[in-house]
C-alpha cells in the first residue's frame, strides 16, 4: 500500500448496544493533506474521532497510524504519537488563563510533570513559547485571561493553539468553526490552512463553503456507512450524497 | 465579565498567602501561649487539620471525592501505636512509618479505585475502609475493641530531647508536624505536578488527549493524600495515647469529609477551619449534649450543601476577591 497514507481504517464498526453508529468504514488519509469528514447529523463522524483517538474501542476493524497498529493504544498513548484531536464541545480548561491553557500542553515534554516537590516557577521558561502559539492564533492579547471568559470562537482559537503546542503530525478536528461568526471562521479558516502546511489535518466540519475552501479530499458519512469520497466537485455531484442531505431535516447546507 | 470566577493565581506564592499562613499559626501559638487553651486539645485539633488537608488535597484539587480515608488516618494509627508499644520506636520514626503504612494502603486502595469515576470511586474506598475496619476489629495486633494504648514507661522523647510528656512541649511538637504536612500541601499544589492536576479536574477528557495518562497523576496525588492522612493519623497517637476502631471506622471517613466541605473545599485553608469547629464543636457538647453532637453535624452538612456550598474559607475568599 502506499507510504503516503498516514492513518488508514479497515472495517472499522462500532455498536452500542445494538444500534451501529460506524459500520465498516474504511478510511485513507493522505500526508500531508487537508481530508474533511462530512455527514448528516447522527452520522457518526465524532463517533469515528472517537475511535480513531481511542476514546471508544472498536467493535471491529483495525486502525494503523503511520505504520503502526493503534487499533488498541491508549488515548495518551496516541496524543504522544503525534495524532492530537479537538473536541466538538469546546475542550479548554475553563479556569486557566489562556497562557495556561497552552503551556500545560508544553509542559508534557518537558518531563516534570510528575515533580510534586518543584515549584511551578519552573514552568515560566515556556512562557515565550505559549505566547507566541497565542500571537499565531490571534489571542496575544488575551493571554491572562481565563479561557471561560472568552468569547466562543476565541476558545476555539485557543483549543487550536493548544493542539499546536504538542507539533501534532496530525489534528483531528471536529466542527472547528461550528458557533463562529463570520469573522472569525475567515481567520479560522486560514490559520487551518497555515497549520496544514506542515502536517495533515482531518476535521468535520458542516459549514460546506469551509470544505470546500480548504479540503483536498471529502468523505461522505451517512448511518454510519462511507457514502462517497472524492475531491469537493466529485463529492457535490454525487446523487447519493444530495439525497443523504435532502433527507436529513433541518441541516445548514452550504 | 464574570466577576464572580475565582480570581487565578498568578504564578509564585501570592502575598496574601503569606499573610494568611501567619495569622493561622500566630492564632495557633496563640490560643496555646496567650488564651491557655488545653495545649492537648489544641495538638488534636491540628492532627484534624492535617488530616483534612490531606483529603481536600484529592476532593478540591483533583476532583476525586473517597469516602474511605479513616482507612489511611486509622491504620496510620494503629501502625504508630504498635511501632511504639511493641518496637518501642521514638515518637518520629514512628509517625514516619504510620506516613509509610498508610502511603502502601493508598498505592493499593487507589490501585483499585482510580480509574473510576464519582459514586463509584467513593464506594470502592468506602468498601476498602470497611474491610480495613474489619481487620482492626478482629486482628490480634491491633487489640481489637480495646484499641491499641501506648504504654504508660514508653519513652516519650521525639528526636532524643522533645519531652511528649510536657503538653506544651507535645503541642509545638505537633505543630511542626501540621506545617510540615501543610506546606508539603501547597507545594503539591503548586508545583508542575500540580498544574497537571488542576487540569485534569477541569476537563479531564482534554488533559488525555494533550497525552497525559491521568490515571498516573491520579494514583500519585492519592498516595501522597494518604500518606499526608496518615502522617495526621500517626502523630495523634501520641496526642490521645492510642489508636482505637473509631479511627478506622466509616464515620471518620464522614467526618473528614464534612470538615473540609464545612471549611471549604478547593481552599488551601478552608480544611484547617472546618476541622477548628467541628473539634470544638464536638469537644464542648460531647459532655452537654450527648448524642445530639450527631445531630448537630448532620445539621451543619445539610446546612453546608443548601446554603453554604463555599464554606467558611470559601466565602470569605469570594469577599475578599481572593483565592485562600
Ligand atoms: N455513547 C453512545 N451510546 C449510544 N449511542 C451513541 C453514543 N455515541 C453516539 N451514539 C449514537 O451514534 C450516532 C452517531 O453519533 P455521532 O455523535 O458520531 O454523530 P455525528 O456524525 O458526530 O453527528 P453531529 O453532526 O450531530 O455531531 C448517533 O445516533 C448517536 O445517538
Ligand atoms: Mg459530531
Request: overall charge positive; charged content about 15%; hydrophobic content about 55%.
Given at each position: 500500500m502506499s507510504a503516503d497514507i498516514v492513518l488508514r481504517t479497515e472495517g472499522l464498526t462500532k455498536e452500542f448496544k445494538g444500534f451501529v453508529a460506524v459500520k465498516n468504514v474504511s478510511l485513507a488519509v493522505r500526508r500531508g493533506t487537508i481530508h474533511a469528514l462530512i455527514g448528516p447529523n447522527g452520522a457518526g463522524k465524532t463517533t469515528c474521532f472517537n475511535l480513531l483517538t481511542k476514546f471508544l474501542t472498536p467493535t471491529a476493524g483495525r486502525i494503523t497510524y503511520s505504520g503502526q497498529d493503534i487499533t488498541y493504544a491508549s488515548p495518551a498513548d496516541i496524543a504522544r504519537m503525534g495524532l492530537v484531536r479537538s473536541f466538538q464541545i469546546s475542550a479548554v480548561f475553563p479556569h486557566l488563563t489562556s497562557l495556561e491553557n497552552v503551556r500545560v500542553a508544553l509542559q508534557r515534554k518537558m518531563g516534570n510533570s510528575f515533580h510534586f516537590w518543584k515549584s511551578e516557577r519552573q514552568l515560566q521558561s515556556l512562557d515565550g513559547k505559549a505566547g507566541e502559539l497565542l500571537e499565531a492564533v490571534g489571542l496575544g492579547q488575551y493571554r491572562a485571561i481565563p479561557a471561560v471568559e472568552l468569547p466562543y470562537g476565541r476558545k476555539r482559537a485557543l483549543e487550536i493553539a493548544t493542539t499546536l503546542a504538542l507539533e501534532p503530525d496530525m489534528m483531528l478536528l471536529d466542527e472547528p468553526m461550528a458557533g463562529m461568526g463570520h469573522e472569525d471562521i475567515e481567520r479560522t479558516q486560514a490559520l487551518i490552512r497555515r497549520v496544514a502546511k506542515d502536517r495533515t489535518v482531518l476535521m468535520v466540519e458542516h459549514n460546506m463553503k469551509v470544505v470546500a475552501n480548504l479540503s483536498d479530499t471529502i468523505t461522505v458519512l451517512a448511518r454510519g456507512e462511507v457514502l462517497a469520497e472524492g475531491s469537493y466537485a466529485e463529492v457535490s455531484r454525487n446523487p447519493a450524497v444530495v439525497q443523504a442531505y435532502m433527507g436529513s431535516t433541518g441541516h445548514a447546507h452550504g | 465579565m464574570i466577576a464572580q470566577a475565582p480570581a487565578i493565581a498568578a504564578i509564585g506564592t501570592p502575598r496574601h498567602h503569606y499573610a494568611a499562613f501567619a495569622v493561622m499559626v500566630a492564632l495557633a501559638a496563640l490560643a496555646q501561649g496567650a488564651f491557655g487553651i488545653y495545649p492537648v486539645f489544641l495538638a488534636k485539633v491540628l492532627c484534624f487539620a492535617l488530616f483534612a488537608c490531606a483529603f481536600n488535597l484529592l476532593i478540591g484539587f483533583v476532583g476525586l471525592l473517597s469516602f474511605g480515608h479513616a482507612a489511611f488516618w486509622g491504620s496510620a494509627a494503629?501502625?504508630?501505636?504498635?511501632?511504639?508499644?511493641?518496637?518501642?520506636?521514638?515518637?518520629?520514626?514512628?509517625?514516619?512509618?504510620?506516613?509509610?503504612?498508610?502511603?502502601?494502603?493508598?498505592?493499593?486502595?487507589?490501585?483499585?479505585?482510580?480509574?473510576?469515576?464519582?459514586?463509584?470511586?467513593?464506594?470502592?474506598?468506602?468498601?476498602?475502609?470497611?474491610?480495613?475496619?474489619?481487620?482492626?476489629?478482629?486482628?490480634?495486633?491491633?487489640?481489637?475493641?480495646?484499641?491499641?494504648?501506648?504504654?504508660?514507661?514508653?519513652?516519650?522523647?521525639?528526636?532524643?530531647?522533645?519531652?511528649?510528656?510536657?503538653?506544651?512541649?507535645?503541642?509545638?511538637?505537633?505543630?511542626?508536624?501540621?506545617?510540615?504536612?501543610?506546606?508539603?500541601?501547597?507545594?503539591?499544589?503548586?508545583?508542575?505536578?500540580?498544574?497537571?492536576?488542576?487540569?485534569?479536574?477541569?476537563?479531564?477528557?482534554?488533559?488525555?488527549?494533550?497525552?497525559?495518562?491521568?490515571?498516573?497523576?491520579?494514583?500519585?496525588?492519592?498516595?501522597?493524600?494518604?500518606?499526608?492522612?496518615?502522617?495526621?493519623?500517626?502523630?495523634?497517637?501520641?496526642?490521645?495515647?492510642?489508636?482505637?476502631?473509631?479511627?478506622?471506622?466509616?464515620?471518620?471517613?464522614?467526618?473528614?469529609?464534612?470538615?473540609?466541605?464545612?471549611?471549604?473545599?478547593?481552599?488551601?485553608?478552608?480544611?484547617?477551619?472546618?476541622?477548628?469547629?467541628?473539634?470544638?464543636?464536638?469537644?464542648?457538647?460531647?459532655?452537654?449534649?450527648?448524642?445530639?453532637?450527631?445531630?448537630?453535624?448532620?445539621?451543619?452538612?445539610?446546612?453546608?450543601?443548601?446554603?453554604?456550598?463555599?464554606?467558611?474559607?470559601?466565602?470569605?475568599?469570594?469577599?475578599?476577591?481572593?483565592?485562600?
Open positions: - | 494503629y501502625a504508630s501505636a504498635h511501632a511504639a508499644a511493641k518496637w518501642g520506636l521514638p515518637p518520629e520514626l514512628c509517625i514516619l512509618f504510620a506516613a509509610f503504612v498508610a502511603a502502601a494502603l493508598g498505592a493499593v486502595i487507589g490501585g483499585f479505585a482510580i480509574r473510576r469515576q464519582g459514586i463509584y470511586f467513593a464506594m470502592i474506598t468506602l468498601a476498602f475502609a470497611q474491610m480495613i475496619f474489619f481487620i482492626a476489629l478482629q486482628a490480634k495486633f491491633t487489640g481489637g475493641e480495646d484499641g491499641l494504648q501506648i504504654p504508660t514507661n514508653y519513652r516519650r522523647i521525639a528526636f532524643g530531647f522533645l519531652n511528649l510528656r510536657d503538653n506544651a512541649t507535645l503541642f509545638w511538637f505537633v505543630l511542626g508536624i501540621f506545617l510540615i504536612g501543610f506546606l508539603v500541601i501547597y507545594r503539591v499544589i503548586h508545583s508542575p505536578f500540580g498544574q497537571v492536576l488542576k487540569a485534569i479536574r477541569e476537563n479531564q477528557p482534554r488533559a488525555i488527549s494533550l497525552g497525559y495518562h491521568v490515571d498516573r497523576y491520579k494514583l500519585v496525588a492519592f498516595v501522597l493524600s494518604a500518606a499526608l492522612a496518615g502522617l495526621a493519623g500517626g502523630t495523634k497517637v501520641f496526642v490521645t495515647g492510642s489508636a482505637a476502631l473509631t479511627d478506622v471506622n466509616w464515620p471518620m471517613s464522614g467526618e473528614v469529609v464534612l470538615m473540609a466541605l464545612l471549611g471549604g473545599m478547593g481552599t488551601i485553608f478552608g480544611p484547617v477551619a472546618g476541622a477548628v469547629v467541628l473539634i470544638t464543636i464536638e469537644e464542648f457538647l460531647a459532655e452537654r449534649a450527648g448524642a445530639w453532637v450527631s445531630v448537630i453535624q448532620g445539621g451543619i452538612f445539610v446546612l453546608c450543601v443548601l446554603a453554604f456550598r463555599r464554606g467558611i474559607v470559601g466565602e470569605l475568599a469570594r469577599l475578599l476577591k481572593k483565592p485562600l
